[in-house]
């Protein structure tokens, strides 16, 4: 099994950055094989939707469109830990955030999601 806790999140107002962390952990974790860690976020009465993604050791990174250019996604493989800072952020940004560990990156691969934060930006 693997477990996925984040840390962070919170209210901000429009313009202002956040960071948030996840930490991976389990005896299913297999440090030779790939750990893809990203976020998630849903608004409410939205879908919920891919914000970024990483492999932990290095590897492909992805975006949304909507977040290019203000959120950054980063790694720390000897703490199988993720971080995403987010910056200038909007109202429209404001949602629940759920950190996702996988052994693909991709919905469909997710095998441990965390228990969420808000995300809560105002104008």
């Known amino acids: 099994q693997v477990q996925v806790v984040q840390s962070g999140g919170g209210p901000v107002r429009a313009g202002e950055s956040l960071r948030l962390s996840c930490v991976a952990s389990?005896?299913?974790?297999?440090?030779?094989?790939?750990?893809?860690m990203g976020w998630f976020r849903q608004a409410p009465g939205k879908e919920r939707e891919s914000v970024a993604s990483t492999y932990i050791g290095g590897g492909t990174t992805t975006y949304a469109d909507s977040v290019k250019g203000r959120f950054t996604i980063s790694q720390d493989s000897a703490k199988n830990t993720a971080y995403l800072q987010m910056t200038d952020l909007k109202p429209e940004d404001t949602g629940t955030y759920y950190c996702a560990s996988g052994m693909a990156c991709g919905p469909r691969f997710v095998r441990a999601w965390s228990q969420g934060t808000q995300v809560t930006v105002s104008s």
């Open positions: 389990g005896q299913s974790l297999d440090p030779n094989k790939p750990n893809c």
